[in-house]
């Protein structure tokens, strides 16, 4: 983070020194996490379900915190005392951001969309990267996309920052355009539009126009870069300012940066990258043939940014998953591939992962799959639930593995498919599912673990790579 003293803190955040110089500086990390403290830290006390960050506030600065974020003066700790400690972070991250765009060019990209978007900012991280100095760019791993993770990943910046790649998430109508507000991105990306927490939005219509805020978030003269393919995306274009500059990417001819000739040779595509009238080929590491999108995606924003196209193609071709439980792929010493996509579901992206699953297995190989709760599905819940069941047998995956209550009708759907006898099981918990491929599990298969974050399924994914040793 830049150097901030006290009070260019408090006045940031609306905020009120208490127990501390006005003069002291923050010269560390911004950190939500009383673990993560480092000398000169900024500790944010944030308030949560289970446990208040100021229970851990003085023990932040007994490790080397020099102020605290808080909603309630502390005794004997050093505080800039706000209304709303999440506001007022988010806050924090709009001056800073600020305050560096008046001194040096910092580029802001921005990615959102219902699926695909830290993948895409990993692929942008990995274009980027080697353009600039190591300490000139900003590239959070994992998904810091909401309104913590995002001022968190801005305030990451130094005096050096020229380049930052963020992810936007969206839980609710507002959420984009709250985020496009506290970091108005020089280039806005929206890869697609799904079903991912319809039951909190409603309809996909609602989570259209939510993911098109980004498109009224860019900076003045900004660029967009919509997905050709998804027709609601592209559909956002309408919504650009007339000084906004709209990129299209996508497979279809009318796209401005396509991929022509795509094959799916054991889940992963190649195919040739089109830019104008420059082309070059691309044979990407990552299992998926749903990467091509994110690929299309990161290589737009690029050449916007200057990249060769040859440059572009060679980067993506070298690219390997940055951020954990999204389509890793694990060969273990015993003959088995697991496919950790157990980070996050929604209905697209279960579809995509068993098309995955279906063509790395082929007909030589047995197919696994472990599937947990899709959440936030609202009233639909029962059916998207049943529909992947169903696929499930379409698709001839030799064993389905359904964890927890939440996801039962995946196992229902498989049954009432057809006749496809014992090759599901459901199980009630992680404890039951792992005896079950302990038991199973040999040498060939290929096993695929997928779930909502929230239902704690990525821990038999770690379980099942720590296995390879």
């Keep these: 983070m830049i150097e901030l003293t006290a009070a260019e803190v408090a006045e940031a955040t609306g905020g009120t020194p208490a127990g501390v110089d006005p003069g002291a500086t923050v010269s560390g990390p911004v950190v939500v996490d009383s673990r993560r403290v480092e000398p000169g830290a900024l500790f944010v006390a944030l308030p949560g379900e289970h446990v208040d960050g100021h229970d851990f506030a003085a023990g932040a600065v007994a490790q080397g915190a020099s102020l605290v974020l808080a909603a309630r003066p502390l005794d004997g700790v050093p505080c800039v005392v706000v209304a709303d400690v999440q506001v007022a972070l988010g806050e924090l991250a709009r001056v800073v951001l600020e305050r560096l765009r008046a001194r040096s060019e910092v580029r802001v990209v921005a990615v959102t969309g219902s699926m695909g978007k830290t993948t895409t900012k990993d692929l942008?991280?990995?274009?980027?990267?080697?353009?600039?100095?190591?300490?000139?760019?900003?590239?959070?791993t994992g998904s810091f996309n909401n309104e913590i993770g995002l001022p968190l990943t801005v305030l990451r910046a130094t005096d050096r920052t020229r380049l930052m790649v963020l992810e936007m998430g969206a839980d609710r109508p507002g959420n984009i355009a709250d985020l496009t507000r506290l970091a108005p991105p020089d280039v806005g990306v929206v890869l697609a539009v799904g079903t991912a927490h319809v039951g909190v939005f409603g309809d996909v219509e609602t989570i259209a126009r939510t993911k098109g805020e980004m498109v009224e978030g860019v900076r003045d003269g900004g660029t967009v870069v919509l997905n050709a393919d998804d027709s609601r995306v592209a559909a956002m274009a309408a919504r650009a300012a007339e000084e906004t500059q709209v990129v299209t990417f996508g497979t279809i001819s009318a796209a401005q940066v396509r991929a022509r000739d795509v094959v799916v040779d054991g889940g992963r595509a190649r195919f040739t990258l089109f830019v104008g009238e420059e082309s070059a080929p691309v044979a990407l590491r990552l299992v998926g043939a749903h990467h091509v999108t994110n690929a299309l995606a990161a290589a737009t924003v690029a050449v916007r940014l200057g990249l060769p196209v040859d440059a572009v193609a060679e980067r993506l071709s070298a690219a390997t998953p940055a951020s954990p439980h999204r389509m890793a792929v694990t060969e273990r010493p015993d003959g088995v591939t697991v496919v950790d996509d157990s980070y996050n579901a929604?209905?697209?992206?279960?579809?995509?992962?068993?098309?995955?699953?279906?063509?790395?297995?082929?007909?030589?190989?047995?197919?696994?799959?472990?599937?947990?709760?899709?959440?936030e599905l609202g009233e639909g819940a029962r059916t998207e639930h049943d529909a992947i069941g169903r696929l499930a047998v379409r698709l001839n995956v030799k064993r389905l593995v359904v964890v927890g209550e939440g996801a039962y009708h995946i196992h229902e759907g498989a049954q009432q498919e057809g006749s496809w006898g014992e090759e599901s099981v459901f199980v009630p918990d992680l404890a039951t599912a792992r005896e079950v491929l302990a038991a199973e599990l040999t040498g060939g298969d290929v096993v695929l673990v997928k779930a909502s974050n929230g239902s704690g399924l990525w821990r038999l994914a770690d379980e099942l790579v720590e296995a390879a040793g």
């Design 124 to 140: 942008l991280g990995g274009l980027l990267a080697p353009e600039v100095d190591a300490d000139a760019i900003v590239v959070p």
């Design 346 to 375: 929604n209905p697209d992206s279960m579809r995509a992962a068993l098309r995955t699953l279906a063509v790395m297995a082929g007909r030589t190989r047995r197919s696994v799959a472990v599937l947990g709760e899709m959440r």
